[in-house]
T-cell receptor
Framework: DAGVIQSPRHEVTEMGQEVTLRCKPI?????LFWYRQTMMRGLELLIY????????DSGMPEDRFSAKMPNASFSTLKIQPSEPRDSAVYFC?????????????FGSGTRLTVV | QKEVEQNSGPLSVPEGAIASLNCTYS??????FFWYRQYSGKSPELIMS????GDKEDGRFTAQLNKASQYVSLLIRDSQPSDSATYLC???????????FGRGTSLIVHP
């Protein structure tokens, strides 16, 4: 089991550019979550997918952010246009069906720096 | 707004001591409680989960839950320098698959 795989590990981009973060959940996990972590705000949920369908996107900060999950093994989080305040570590996490109990398995994260 | 509160620390304890990490939550309907450990520059890692009042032990770790007081804690016995990390408390409200995370408590275990 390779775990949750995120790419890239680090991304440095200029303000105004488009950024795409990628995630491959653990095989068999049907829930996928995108989080953003900053020192100021801690770990914030951006969006939650269940069976590839977005269930809760209330945490997406604004229209510049969008997320897709075209199939069970791949998801993207896109920021267009990016701004310096988007600089953070973005985590993807997945969990198995009906995971009342177990928490998530997190990916290694993508550290985004917007200059 | 469902809230999970933790003291940011840092909590500093000597090697071999018991480290006590605390967390309070606002939603009385919460059913599932988790502790994650996050090393600097790494992703959160689940270390304990608890669902019923009382204590749950796993090796050097003990999770304690008191739903009446809306309080969950994590005890680390025989603390080691390798336990130095940020510990995140997460709480799942009843009927939800989405936990709310606290901001985390930084633990430093010094030799």
């Amino acid at each position: 089991d390779a775990g949750v795989i995120q790419s890239p590990r680090h991304e440095v981009t200029e303000m105004g550019q488009e950024v795409t973060l990628r995630c491959k959940p653990i095989s068999g996990h049907n829930s996928l979550f995108w989080y953003r972590q900053t020192m100021m705000r801690g770990l914030e949920l951006l969006i939650y997918f269940n069976n590839n369908v977005p269930i809760d996107d209330s945490g997406m900060p604004e229209d510049r952010f969008s997320a897709k999950m075209p199939n069970a093994s791949f998801s993207t989080l896109k920021i267009q246009p990016s701004e310096p305040r988007d600089s953070a570590v973005y985590f993807c996490a997945s969990s198995p069906p009906r995971a009342r109990g177990n928490g998530y398995t997190f990916g290694s994260g993508t550290r985004l720096t917007v200059v | 707004q469902k809230e999970v509160e933790q003291n940011s620390g840092p909590l500093s304890v000597p090697e071999g001591a018991i480290a006590s990490l605390n967390c309070t939550y606002s939603d009385r309907g919460s059913q599932s409680f988790f502790w994650y450990r996050q090393y600097s520059g790494k992703s959160p890692e689940l270390i304990m989960s608890i669902y019923s009042n009382g204590d749950k032990e796993d090796g050097r770790f003990t999770a304690q839950l008191n739903k009446a007081s809306q309080y969950v804690s994590l005890l680390i016995r025989d603390s080691q320098p390798s336990d130095s990390a940020t510990y995140l408390c997460a709480v799942k409200p009843g009927g939800s698959y989405i936990p709310t995370f606290g901001r985390g408590t930084s633990l430093i275990v010094h030799p």
